[in-house]
């Protein structure tokens, strides 16, 4: 099993481009997770969803969109990249949000706009 | 504003003694608190995990505590190891609801 697995790792981007980060997970779990890391503000959660073809905002959605068009894969993506997206971002998955079944990251991608 | 707090951003242990790491959080109704552990350029793993209803949960050299009526939780490792310097983030919700997680502590076990 490779659990969770994101692409890229590493990707610089010039102001307004955009691009489409990937997440697969093959643990067969219904949610999945983005999160974007910063120095002092921890993990914050930009969307979710619920199972297939189901999206939802979290603590910090602007300028980004998701898809879940399979259950396997989750996409992030920026339409129109700014110096304010410059992060570390973190997919998960869990196969419930009951107390006990704990979220699974993938190894993250680190994310540079110019 | 933080729902979640961990004041101390960094905290050195010898190996052998025991390790204290410290969570805050605001929200009197988080039911269930979790401590993942982060190394460099991976992402985090889940550690342990305590519902509201217990006080202590142990697993191996691992133990969470939770006050309640403080609002607060702490990770103890004893012994610590080398190998267990890290950042280590708290994370709290209201079951089936999103997760708030702490700003992180890194942990450094000096051999």
């Known amino acids: 099993n490779a659990g969770v697995t994101q692409t890229p790792k590493f990707r610089v981007l010039k102001t307004g481009q955009s691009m489409t980060l990937l997440c697969a997970q093959d643990?067969?779990?219904?949610?999945m997770y983005w999160y974007r890391q910063d120095p002092g503000m921890g993990l914050r959660l930009i969307h979710y969803?619920?199972?297939?073809?189901?999206?939802a905002k979290g603590e910090v959605p602007d300028g980004y969109n998701v898809s879940r068009l399979k259950k396997q894969n989750f996409l992030l993506g920026l339409e129109s990249a700014a110096p304010s997206q410059t992060s570390v971002y973190f997919c998960?998955?869990?196969?419930?949000?009951?107390?006990?079944?704990?979220?699974?990251f993938g190894p993250g991608t680190r994310l540079t706009v110019l | 504003d933080q729902q979640v707090k961990q004041n101390s951003p960094s905290l050195s242990v010898q190996e052998g003694r025991i390790s204290i790491l410290n969570c805050d959080y605001t929200?009197?109704?988080?039911?269930?608190f979790l401590w993942y552990k982060k190394y460099p350029a991976e992402g985090p793993t889940f550690l342990i995990s305590?519902?509201?209803?217990?006080d202590k949960n142990e697993d191996g050299r691992f133990t969470v505590f939770l006050n309640k009526s403080a609002k607060h939780l702490s990770l103890h490792i004893v012994p610590s190891q080398p190998g267990d310097s890290a950042v280590y983030f708290c994370?709290?919700?209201?079951?089936?609801?999103?997760?708030?997680f702490g700003t992180g502590t890194s942990l450094t076990v000096i051999p």
């Open positions: 998960a998955s869990s196969y419930s949000v009951r107390a006990g079944d704990e979220q699974f």
């Open positions: 643990m067969n779990h219904e949610y």
């Open positions: 969803s619920v199972g297939e073809g189901t999206t």
């Open positions: 929200n009197s109704m988080f039911d269930y």
């Open positions: 305590i519902s509201s209803i217990k």
């Open positions: 994370a709290a919700s209201v079951t089936g609801n999103q997760f708030y």
